[in-house]
């Protein structure tokens, strides 16, 4: 299966299926979370749960099955009100579900990735930092949610809309959004390993490879960096570790079939790479090479062999007179 669409099917949870999206509504809608806690006990925890749990959103309850619902979650003798909120959950849910529905059916309309819900973001991050408890240094390697939450609000207060661009997408041409071109500094070893953890945290939030797994492979690389040459030999550059990152992730594309994780937490992209990390193919990425030799150094020219070879002599110096001489 092509790279690119390994990387579609990242695990994204919708807004249907969001505990979290469905408790952030619940609070905004009700004003507090009672409601929520009683939908809870009932084992009602996303919009998908609360809208097939009375009637289906293409064959909605009569009045007196949504009633029984309303005495069922709330109580009997609940107020209007009470009942009143309960009902627009509902019908939000069922709403919210049609469309995602719709969505799959007719396929997406644009090549941009969907955006994580903001409750459900919010959520990931604190759960993943209160399992990575020994990771302290969050500044530096997530977006400051804060601001995440300015530019969601100002967007929803009818801020500027990004520009947007004719992309031809199955046989018809759609008006998409301009994707945002996020750029990290790499110039250092230091920056490399910040971005590479970076991608760790968002691949631990998407449940596509654990921390742990991620941050071994990260550690690899960059014992690479530091480990000393042998004689005549050059240290292994960034270059080299990136490269050898890159291979190892087209080697699981080849590999897996899906990416997201099954039902019980198991994560094939993560034993893919337990297991393909120490190919053959990837670690020849990680080599020393010979002192004044380079991967990206010009081929020889073999349909003249005789010029191949002087050029290769001009470079390297072997074969040559002064060498000869020095020897």
Not at 79 to 88: E, H, M, P
Not at 122 to 142: D, E, I, M, P, Y
Request: positive net charge; proline residues 5%.
């Amino acid at each position: 299966m092509p790279l690119t669409a390994l990387l579609k099917q990242i695990s994204r949870k919708e807004v249907v299926d969001s505990e979290a999206s469905f408790k952030a509504r619940c609070s905004l809608v009700c004003g507090d979370l009672a409601i929520h806690g009683k939908l809870l006990a009932q084992q009602v925890k996303t919009f998908s749960d609360l809208a097939f749990a009375c009637g289906t959103p293409q064959a909605p309850p009569s009045e007196e099955d949504f009633n029984q619902f309303c005495d069922k979650i709330l109580g009997s003798g609940a107020s209007v009100g009470d009942a009143a909120k309960l009902r627009r959950l509902h019908f939000e849910s069922s709403a919210y579900v049609t469309a995602s529905l719709k969505a799959q059916v007719m396929g997406e309309t644009s090549e941009a990735p969907k955006k994580l819900p903001v409750a459900e973001k919010t959520a990931r991050v604190a759960n993943q930092r209160q399992r990575l408890k020994g990771k302290r240094s969050w500044s530096r390697h997530t977006v400051s949610l804060t601001l995440w939450h300015i530019k969601w609000k100002l967007t929803m207060l009818g801020g500027k809309e990004k520009s947007k661009v004719l992309t031809l997408h199955e046989s018809t041409v759609t008006l998409a959004p301009v994707a945002d071109q996020l750029t990290a500094s790499h110039a250092t070893s230091l920056e490399i390993q910040w971005c590479l953890q970076r991608r760790g945290l968002a691949y631990d939030m998407n449940q596509i490879i654990s921390w742990e797994t991620h941050e071994s492979w990260v550690s690899y690389l960059m014992q690479h960096l530091t480990r000393e040459a042998p004689p005549n030999y050059a240290s292994v550059g960034i270059n080299q570790i990136l490269k050898a990152d890159s291979e190892l992730f087209l080697l699981i594309a080849k590999e897996i079939t899906q990416v997201r994780a099954d039902s019980t937490g198991k994560m094939p992209v993560d034993e893919a790479m337990q297991k393909l990390r120490h190919d053959p193919r990837v670690v020849m990425r990680l080599l020393p090479l010979p002192k004044g030799q380079s991967s990206s150094a010009a081929p020889v020219d073999e349909t003249e062999p005789s010029r191949g070879r002087k050029r290769q002599r001009e470079r390297t110096g072997w074969g040559s007179s002064s060498s000869c001489e020095d020897g």
